[in-house]
């Protein structure tokens, strides 16, 4: 099967400036995640998604972040105005359904702020 | 507060040499604990669940609730085992994981 799909790979950007990621699940996921990863530290969920509906939000600095799966499938996640510290990895995944399911990872984005 | 605790933020062993990777957490509910591991420029995945109970690529953890623990062990390390072992923890039904902040393994020969 089709691996997790992220888009672009790698993105440089200025503070204030706005950017965009975009992730493919597997084909039938109903749950979607987006995890920011620090260097130097493990994963943070950011948002978790149930086909189109969000489940859990808490830790998304809504200022700034915003996130979307409007078909149930595709989701992008967008920053704006990004700021320094929002260097990181944006990692993307996906499992079957809630519960005992497997996460499955991309390969992340890996975004730098100047 | 939920927390997963991955002490050694690398381990280095000789080929052949037994390894662990040791991760505490704090729950106060049932825990459901997994390991993750990402190869070098490959994707995170899953190695294993402790529900499995099962061995994988030789590699075996124990839930120990009264100590908190969920150490990763394999009795003789490989080279390809050269990867980043993150110990994570599934906080509530959704299946939200929580992660360690992982161990650097590096087997030299």
Request: charged share 20%; glycine share 8%; proline share 5%.
């Amino acid at each position: 099967e089709a691996g997790v799909a992220q888009s672009p790979r790698y993105k440089i950007i200025e503070k204030r400036q706005s950017v965009a990621f975009w992730c493919n699940p597997i084909s039938g996921h109903a749950t979607l995640y987006w995890y920011q990863q620090i260097l130097g530290q493990g994963p943070k969920l950011l948002i978790q998604f149930q086909n189109n509906g969000v489940v859990d939000d808490s830790q998304l600095p809504k200022d700034r972040f915003s996130a979307e799966r409007l078909k149930g499938v595709d989701s992008t996640l967008k920053i704006q105005p990004a700021k320094l510290e929002d260097s990181a990895v944006y990692l993307c995944a996906s499992s079957l359904s809630t519960g005992n399911s497997p996460l499955h990872f991309g390969n992340g984005t890996r975004l730098t702020v100047t | 507060a939920q927390r997963v605790t991955q002490p050694e933020k690398l381990l280095s062993v000789f080929k052949g040499a037994p390894v662990e990777l040791k991760c505490n957490y704090s729950y106060s509910g049932s825990p459901e604990l997994f390991w993750y591991v990402q190869y070098s420029r490959q994707r995170l995945q899953l190695l294993l669940r402790h529900i499995s109970r099962e061995s994988i690529k030789g590699f075996t953890a124990d839930l120990n609730k009264g100590e908190t623990s969920f150490h990763l062990k394999k009795p003789f390390a490989q080279e390809e085992d050269s990867a980043m072992y993150y110990c994570a923890l599934r906080t509530d039904s959704w299946g939200k994981l929580q992660f360690g902040a992982g161990t650097q393994v590096v087997v030299t020969p």
